[in-house]
């Protein structure tokens, strides 16, 4: 994987909107840098307790107009576990950027067109496909895919095997249902990339609903 620079990364002089996308990617990644001390770190085994509800930051304060969209998610217990941030702009292909944040790492999205880029911590990793593949950006080797929802789930695959399922919004009664179902062990790459396309469709989920 490739270091990555999100100003480099974004900084196309010939395209006045990269350029938006760049700075504004830069401030929301300076808003969300303090929660790193708030947000619950949790251990692999532990991230079975993540919720799908979606809490606002800042205790639910008025978004100022063309600010982010920003939440939260959290455990079943409502303890802080991810910070996002996420803004639309008008344009053809509905380009997007997205900053989240755990405790540990960073993950960074861009969508121009119907593929989206993905940036773990300081590395470009690869591009999100239209089909739910997650390819590399050097190799376009096959890292993750996020499958066809099944009933109340949606699998994921990691470097080829089901690494687990995302519960999709139901009928639960649970005040704050679980995000995540049958998952496995996964080692630290393996469960970065698991996150990475899980949360990327929680907050789709949110931005939906």
């Known amino acids: 994987m490739a270091p990555f620079s999100p100003l480099k990364w974004l900084d196309d002089l010939l395209n006045p909107l990269t350029k938006r996308m760049g700075r504004d990617m830069e401030e ?10 708030t947000l619950v770190p949790l251990a692999p ?3 079975e307790l993540l919720s799908s509800y979606h809490f606002p930051q800042g ?7 063309k600010a982010p969209e920003s939440g939260l998610f959290g455990t079943i217990y409502q303890e802080p576990v991810v910070a996002w941030s996420y803004k639309e702009y008008p344009g053809k292909g509905n380009p997007a950027i997205l900053v989240a944040r755990t405790y540990g790492q960073e993950y960074l999205y861009k969508r121009m ?9 300081p590395y470009l990793v690869g591009v999100l496909l239209p089909d739910g593949r997650l390819v590399s950006s050097r190799k376009k080797e096959l890292l993750a895919k996020i ?21 999709l919004p139901g009928e639960s009664l649970a005040p704050f249902p679980r995000a995540f179902a049958f998952l496995v062990e996964m080692n630290d790459t393996e469960r970065e990339l698991f996150l990475a396309v899980a949360i990327l469709e929680l907050v789709r989920q949110k931005m939906n609903n």
Do not use: C, F, H, S
């Not at 067109?113 to 911590?121: A, N, P, S």
């Open 28 to 37: 929301m990644r300076q808003e969300l840098a303090p929660w790193k001390e």
């Open 45 to 47: 085994k532990e991230w």
């Open 59 to 65: 205790g639910g304060r008025k978004r100022r107009k």
């Open 113 to 121: 067109g119907q593929d989206v880029e993905l940036v773990i911590g």
């Open 147 to 167: 499958g066809q929802p099944n009933g109340n789930y949606q699998p994921i695959w990691i470097y080829g095997r089901e690494a687990g399922a995302i519960t």
